[in-house]
């Protein structure tokens, strides 16, 4: 069995995450992430190319510690990713002037043996980026970045089959 079979079977038996699969050098899934009160998708990184001996328990401790943040520590941890991005914006003109706080959406997580990097939309004030958040092991704000949408549509299959149904529908046009 591979690190990521073996990550990905673990994972799957702690009930972390729902449709849990192993994908490219790390494993995906999703669930109902309750302090933002919305459903995410979860990609679990084990950097192999970086540390070869994965800590498969240190993964899914960071996983259950993020999943498990109250919605007080989620509100507080929105509010000082808003006013960052606001203080480093200062007088730039946004999309459009609405609160960030309230325009922020979580759209994905990744987890990594010491971080987790959020990925936002803000699609009034920065309809053409994500935002990006890093945190620490202990769940506190380390950096933040305005990264450009790269224009690419990422589409998702829940099997191989759709996937290749996909790829001959398209074909056929």
Known sequence: M????HLRDAIAASQLLND???DDGFVVGSVRFQAAGADIHVN???ELADNPDMDVDALIANTQRFLAMPANQWTALVHD???EVEEAVEDDEVQEPTDLRDDLRLHSVAVFADA???SFVAPKQFPQCWVRAQLCEELLL????IDENDGVETIEFKSL???LDNLSANNDK
């Open 2 to 5: 591979t690190q990521i079979a």
């Open 20 to 22: 849990v699969q192993a």
């Open 44 to 46: 679990v990184d084990p």
């Open 81 to 83: 990713i808003a006013l």
């Open 116 to 118: 987790v990097l959020l």
């Open 142 to 145: 380390e950096d933040i970045s």
């Open 161 to 163: 089959d759709d996937l």
